[in-house]
């Protein structure tokens, strides 16, 4: 569990404007509005998709308006894999699995940068494949 690996956790300072205009930058997003969206549907999914200690630390470090998105949803009893939450994202939101999988893609480097490594990777851990590389890491395969 995080919490009994990660004793203290740097807390953010981002807001959430600033998250949202990060992500804006990033994405080359054209309104802030729909910075906003591709944060708040990301959020929601990734929400859905989280539990235990991992939710708990990841939600701490968020700004408010983030953690609310991601703590307000009930989690699934399976996660999906990396692919089938972009389909889901894509669905939910009425855009392409292209377009999800840029939003998750840009959505979660920034969250990677606001919470660090060592959340994420712990977070990586109690996802099913393909999480990953949404977060801009390699997907290692296991051997043997």
């Known amino acids: 569990?995080?919490?009994?690996?990660?004793?203290?956790?740097p807390v953010s300072a981002m807001t959430f404007e600033a998250m949202v205009e990060q992500v804006r930058?990033?994405?080359a997003y054209p309104t802030h509005d729909r910075a906003e969206q591709a944060v708040r549907h990301?959020?929601?999914?990734?929400g859905r998709q989280l539990i235990g200690d991992e939710r708990v630390a990841l939600a701490a470090r968020l700004p408010l308006e983030a953690a609310l998105e991601l703590t307000?949803?009930?989690p699934r009893t399976e996660p999906l894999?990396?692919?089938d939450f972009v389909s889901d994202l894509a669905a939910r939101t009425g855009?392409?699995?292209?377009?999800?999988?840029?939003d998750a893609g840009i959505v979660f480097a920034v969250l990677r940068r606001l919470t660090g490594d060592d959340l994420i990777s712990s977070v990586l851990a109690q996802l099913p494949s393909g999480y990953a590389l949404l977060f801009g890491r390699a997907e290692l395969a296991p051997t043997g």
Do not use: E, I, S
Not at 1 to 9: S, T
Not at 42 to 46: E, P, Q, S
Not at 95 to 102: E, H, K, L, Q
């Open 1 to 9: 569990m995080y919490a009994q690996r990660q004793a203290a956790a």
């Open 25 to 27: 930058y990033d994405g």
């Open 42 to 46: 990301v959020m929601a999914g990734l």
């Open 72 to 74: 307000a949803q009930v």
């Open 81 to 83: 894999t990396g692919f």
């Open 95 to 102: 855009g392409t699995p292209a377009t999800a999988r840029w």
